[in-house]
């Protein structure tokens, strides 16, 4: 089922979310619904407080090299993250649906390692670099309640806030 995203600055986007307890049925739905809701908005990523549940889950999906298409069956499903470490440095202008039509330049590590759980809660660790590891990073910062803007330098992130705001007072806000 899709669900609707939150934009922009609706306050449950700074929530901090929690770490999942239970792999249930519940949890799966969510999952589910999330790359549903990816899929729909043309996302390659989204953590679930981004559909309103604060919950430490995150979904990745990228497009394969070969076809440049998403495939449902390389999900990335991933629960209660942990960087557990982190390499290089890299500039990628990141884009949120949470923030449509709005593109900015954000650095961060280059390579990382995650540890979380998957979908039945088993443990699994990932090693990631390129376009992985730069949504890794962003949807992690989506359980902290941080969203990419707030990683701009203050002068961008004052141009981000003006321009956010006439969009919102000239009711072009999805
Ligand atoms: C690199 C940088 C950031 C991420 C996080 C995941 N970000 C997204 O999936 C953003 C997708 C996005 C899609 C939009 O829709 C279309 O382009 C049709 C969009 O909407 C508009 O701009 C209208 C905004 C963002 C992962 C990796
Ligand atoms: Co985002």
Not at 4 to 13: A, E, I, K, N
Not at 34 to 40: F, G, K, N, R, S
Not at 125 to 150: K, N, P, Y
Not at 153 to 164: A, N
Request: hydrophobic share 35%; with cysteine; aromatic share 6%.
């Amino acid at each position: 089922m899709i669900r609707q995203v939150l934009t922009y600055p609706d306050p449950v986007l700074k929530k901090v979310s929690r770490d999942v307890s239970t792999f249930d049925e519940e949890l799966h739905t969510l999952l589910d619904d999330m790359c549903d809701t990816m899929l729909a908005e043309n996302g390659i990523g989204l953590a679930a407080i981004q559909i309103g549940v604060d919950l430490n889950v995150l979904v990745i999906l990228l497009p394969r090299e070969e076809d440049d298409q998403q495939h449902r069956e390389d999900v990335f499903e991933i629960i209660n993250p942990k960087i557990t470490a982190k390499s290089g440095k890299e500039i990628y202008r990141e884009g949120c649906l949470s923030i449509p039509e709005y593109y900015d330049e954000v650095e961060r590590a280059a390579e990382v390692t995650v540890e979380y759980l998957d979908r039945t809660g088993t443990p699994q660790t990932l090693q990631a670099d390129g376009l992985l590891a730069i949504a890794v990073q962003h949807e992690m910062d989506h359980l902290s309640g941080q969203l990419f803007v707030e990683r701009l330098p203050m002068l961008k992130r004052k141009k981000f806030e003006k321009e956010w705001k006439k969009r919102i007072r000239d009711n072009k806000r999805f």
